[in-house]
């Protein structure tokens, strides 16, 4: 039977999940009875926020020419943070739908999905979705489609995944264009694991595609990568619902259930070569993913006693969410201001609210957050070279030769009329000029390079409201510069708060400082002492403002009627308090960790 | 519909008494208070007034005077029914609103001599009534006197008809005078001006001038609040509207110790928070709360404390009236040792007099807490908010506008 495999990669939003729902219906994969939108998407925290976290494969068929295809497909997240997800999809496919919006035009995912597509050496079918809509303008789109990538315009299909106009064709022409698997090139087994996630009853499933030979029920399975070696109990397909077979073979993709106990024993780029018959060499695997943001969860409720009941419920819930989650990173860690707690990495600031939404719903758990910071290289007078994750892990100013920080390639997406004030912007945020390019004569791209430190917080939110929701971005990091850099440590009531403490540019540092100040100033309740609130860089003082003391805080009221509602306000009060952390006897609200973020703008 | 009191049957049983059925307690009856007991209060509550100020959360319905009568009749029936969890000699009563001297004479009438017909009443017995200044006449005041009243508490507020209309406070200053010489007149001696400080617009020259004309009419104790911001009043909704701007933190300190100041100078012993008296004419009814003493209560919308119970008629004059025996009741709470303990200490600190430290000893050493209450309340003495006086725990004048920061981390 032939097959095909394919990604459905595109911008955030621009349809994939909802076309997977159309091929999964005209391939009668799920019945009328089971529609729902967007069935891929099983997550509830992707049901609610209406985006793809997590790909999914599943496998369906399709008669063509009179001949039976099975189809095996990967609906793929468009959001910039999940890239890494998408280019793992891509190496388990020869072929790639790139879905784009016929209101939107190109976007900035549009392009680097369709990079990463072609790097991997897919075939690319271009795909120009919501033609249903009023203000849908398909041959423009596909003008653009042309100018840019370099796809021919007539080679677009037009199809709605709302209506399903067009869906056959399209289903036709994947089964055309794209290419047929490679036949094995070895006689021993190999398969790539691509995606694996964790079952509380089955253990570790693992997600793979197989490249040379077959793989069976009961077979003995080695890992090439660990050296691990396990028993299949399990294989099957998602069809999209979980179906059990006896073997998958050549080019087809799959699941297996193989009694594995954590996901360490699994790494997600591994070849699966057999235990009796192993391949010489394993195929080619991924990088592992590169985490940009780095911030400290703590435990809301232990202020910072040192007491470990919560800081344990957090830890399990960490490790739970790691099983299903292997791309953020997390090391324990100490603050005097929040007590124990976990440093992590992750792919971008909506990986990190991800992570944390997710180990406070599942765990319950709940999460005191500090300011998430990129990663930076310091080399020392000595000639050492160490990568800190954290502003407070920053050697001493006098052993410090330079700090480097992430530079990344910018590529914006924008209307004309914007292009000014997003270079003024870029200006404004460090950032080097490199290349301005029309994309069509309404549309241009604007290339810059800037620091990741420089973009990762708001600047996002700005572009977007400085072209009214209608620019896009897309990033990558391209390396490391070193530059003026400094760290900025926060004095609360005098005591330095290591989670506060920053890494900025020194020709910005004041600024920056006086508005962390200012939002301080607002986050902390007065005490019955007046705080004074500093910023400084080594002992210099480079800003304060401080908090006046309270004067007055009185029930004048409270008669015999009033005393158990005056005493639950209080309770309440106290409670609130207690979700506070303590530094230098500063109650400081969690919010407050947050504050760093503000650029003074 | 009621709602549910916020009790469970199981925290019920565990005070050791027995209960019969398992759904909420519907009345006082239902809870387990023990035998009829020695009361040493009655509050009593009159839900009526002409008007609603804009800064009151009590219970109180503007006036309808075809209800009076049947609200009086139904109140006999309450006392009835309290009358059985009471035996010996009430030392205290209070009868507050609302605005009780809104009721009509005859009904006053009424009122007292079924109040003394049920209970048994001390011969010394303190009997507050509260008092609008509009609403005091000479007429009114003989019955009460007849009817064993011996303090009045006149609601003035404030002198100034600005501040009054702030607080949309309907009355005429000069009625106060007129009212505190009626009750002198009539016999009583003791006599309550409340007042309230920091109303927006108030300087602290306004506030010095009101309570100097205050201390012109003599009293015999004052209670002076700084205004409340209580939930669901429209002063509270004005200020979030941003239609009101807040008297500055520090003004309210400043006004609160020139009240200090000036009756301490005027011969007033301060004696909680918000209460000051000549010597001898603390308010003993108020200081049953303080205390933590047991009272029983009456009329829609009072709060009752009996035996480690406290409990609150339900605020509806409808199903109050439609009721007979004891009252439908919410708000039910009985509190562990150590929640006791805690309510204990707030309510205690509020008064000058403080805790002996024998008996704050024996408080902290009860239950678990003690120790982290020992150690806040050796910081605040650090911090100057609490002082030792002959061996007592007391606040010193700044702990008092502290107050709450204090007693929050005791709770
Ligand atoms: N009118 C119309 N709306 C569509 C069409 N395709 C998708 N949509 C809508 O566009 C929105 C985004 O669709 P999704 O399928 O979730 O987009 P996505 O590309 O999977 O999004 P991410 O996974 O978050 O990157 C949803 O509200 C869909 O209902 C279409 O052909 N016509
Ligand atoms: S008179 Fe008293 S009870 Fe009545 S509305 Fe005014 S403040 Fe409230
Ligand atoms: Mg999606």
């Known amino acids: 039977m032939p097959i095909r495999n394919f990604s459905i990669i595109a911008h955030i939003d621009h349809g994939k999940s909802t076309l997977a729902d159309r091929l999964l219906q005209a391939t009668s994969a799920v019945s009328d009875r089971d529609r729902r939108e967007q069935f891929l998407d099983d997550m509830d925290l992707e049901r609610e926020r209406g985006i793809t976290i997590k790909a999914s494969a599943v496998t369906v068929h399709h008669t063509y020419n009179g001949e039976d295809y099975q189809l095996n497909f990967i609906d793929t ?29 190109v976007e900035a995912q549009t392009v680097a999905n369709a990079y990463l597509a072609v790097d991997n050496n897919l075939e690319l079918i271009p795909v120009v979705n919501k033609i249903d809509l009023p203000a849908a303008d398909p041959d423009r789109v596909a003008m653009e489609i042309e100018q840019v990538l370099g796809l021919p315009a007539e080679d677009c299909i037009y199809c709605s995944a709302k209506t399903g106009k067009g869906i056959d064709e399209l289903l036709d022409s994947i089964c055309r264009i794209l290419p047929a698997p490679r036949t094995s090139e070895i006689e021993q087994t190999r398969a790539l694991i691509f995606d694996s996630h964790y079952d509380e009853y089955r253990g570790v499933i693992v997600y793979f595609r197989i490249f040379d030979g077959s793989l069976k029920l009961g077979d003995k399975i080695r890992m090439m990568g660990t050296g691990r070696t396990f028993t ?73 006693d040192g007491k470990k009941g919560d800081y344990e419920d957090l830890r399990e819930a960490m490790e739970k969410l790691h099983l299903n989650d292997a791309s953020f990173t997390y090391d324990t860690t100490h603050s005097d201001a929040l007590g124990f707690g976990f440093r992590c990495g992750f792919l971008g600031l909506l990986h990190m609210e991800i992570v944390q939404e997710r180990i406070e719903r599942e765990g319950g758990v709940e999460i005191v957050q500090t300011a998430p910071t990129v990663s930076y ?39 004309n009329a914007n292009i000014g004030d997003l270079i003024k912007l870029c200006d404004a945020r460090r950032g080097t000029f490199k290349e301005q390019k029309f994309l069509s004569d309404t549309r241009q791209i604007l290339d810059y390079e800037l620091p990741l430190g420089e973009i990762i917080y708001d600047f996002y939110d700005k572009l977007k409201s400085i072209t009214r929701g209608y620019g896009t971005m897309d990033y990558e990091i ?85 005393i158990t509602r005056k005493r639950k306000l209080l309770e309440k009060q106290k409670e609130g308090k207690k979700r506070m952390k303590t530094v230098g006897s500063v109650n400081i609200p969690q919010e407050a960790f947050m504050s760093i973020l503000d650029q003074g703008e | 519909m009621r ?43 009159i839900p009526f007034c002409f008007h609603k100020c804009h800064y009151c959360d009590f219970y109180s319905i503007v006036d309808h005077k075809d209800r009076q009568a049947a609200f009086v009749d139904r109140l006999v029936s309450d006392f009835h029914a309290a009358a059985q969890h009471n035996i010996g000699a009430i030392q205290t009563i209070f009868i507050g609103g609302g605005t009780p001297t809104l009721l009509a004479v005859g009904l006053w009438e009424r009122l007292l001599r079924a109040l003394h017909a049920t209970f048994e009443i001390a011969c010394d ?61 009539a016999g009583i001696e003791n006599i309550n001006l409340d007042l309230i400080f920091a109303i927006p617009g108030e300087t602290l020259i306004d506030w010095a001038h009101d309570l100097d004309t205050a201390l012109a009419l003599h009293p015999d104790h004052l209670s002076c609040y700084g205004l409340m911001y209580e939930p669901n009043t429209p002063m509270t909704m004005r200020l979030k509207q941003g239609k009101l701007h807040r008297a500055d933190d520090e003004l309210e300190a400043q006004m609160y110790q020139h009240t200090i100041d000036r009756l301490a100078q005027a011969g007033f012993e301060q004696y909680e928070i918000s209460n000051w008296s000549l010597p001898g004419r603390r308010c003993q ?20 404390h009996v035996n480690g119970w406290r409990w609150k008629n339900i605020p509806r004059l409808d199903a109050y009236i439609d009721g007979d025996a004891l009252p439908e009741i919410q708000d039910v709470e009985h509190l562990d040792e150590d929640g006791r303990i805690g309510e204990a200490l707030m309510l205690r600190l509020r008064l000058l007099d403080g805790i002996a430290s024998s008996e704050l000893d024996s408080l902290l050493n009860a239950t678990a807490s003690g120790p982290l209450r020992r150690a806040s309340i050796d910081r605040n003495l650090e911090n100057g908010l609490l002082e030792v006086c002959d061996d007592t725990i007391r606040m010193t004048n700044r702990g008092l506008l502290l107050a709450d920061s204090i007693v929050l981390e005791l709770l």
């Open chain 1, 478 to 562: 391209i390396g490391y510069q070193p530059d003026r850099l400094a760290k900025v440590s926060i004095l609360v009531n005098g005591v330095p708060v290591e989670a506060l403490s920053l890494i900025a540019h020194k020709d910005n540092a004041e600024k920056r400082s006086r508005a962390i100040l200012v939002k301080l100033k607002k986050q902390i309740d007065r005490h019955q002492f007046e705080i004074p609130l500093q910023a400084a860089i080594g002992g210099k003082i480079i800003a304060r403002e401080s908090i006046k003391a309270v004067r007055k805080n009185v029930t004048a009221k409270c008669y015999g009627g009033d």
């Open chain 1, 77 to 105: 997240p468009g959001h910039v943070d999940f890239a890494y997800e998408v280019s793992r999809a891509l190496t388990a496919c020869e072929g790639a739908l790139l879905v784009v919006d016929a209101t939107q035009g």
């Open chain 2, 285 to 304: 009814h108020n200081l049953l709360y303080w205390h933590n003493a047991d009272w029983w209560a009456c009329g829609p919308g009072a709060a009752a």
């Open chain 1, 377 to 415: 290289q310091v080399e020392k007078t000595d000639g050492e070279l160490v990568e800190i994750h954290n502003p407070a892990d920053l050697p001493d100013a006098s052993v410090i030769k330079e700090i480097r920080e992430p530079i990344v390639r910018l590529e914006i997406i924008c209307p």
């Open chain 1, 232 to 304: 299949i109990t399990e294989l099957g397909r998602y069809t999209p619902y979980p179906t059990k077979v006896k073997e998958i073979g050549e080019a087809e993709v799959g699941f297996m259930v193989a009694a594995i106990k954590t996901l360490d024993d699994v790494r997600v780029g591994d070849t699966i070569t057999l235990e009796h018959d192993p391949a010489a060499e394993p195929l080619p695997g991924y990088e592992e993913p590169k985490q940009m943001v780095y911030c400290d969860f703590y435990p809301a409720t232990a202020a910072g």
């Open chain 2, 3 to 45: 709602k549910p009191p916020p009790i469970s049957i199981a925290q019920l049983t565990s005070d050791g008494a027995s209960l019969q059925e398992k759904s909420p307690p519907q009345s006082a009856a239902d809870l387990p208070l023990g035998t009829p007991r020695l009361l040493s209060g009655l509050y009593v509550h």
């Open chain 2, 125 to 185: 017995v303190e009997f507050t009534v509260e008092a609008n200044p509009e609403t005091v006449t000479a007429e009114l005041l003989n019955v009460l006197t007849a009817g064993g009243v011996n303090r009045l508490s006149i609601g003035a507020q404030s002198f100034d008809p600005a501040a009054l209309k702030m607080l949309e406070r309907w009355h005429d200053p000069a009625n106060v005078q007129r009212s505190v010489s009626l009750a002198r007149a």
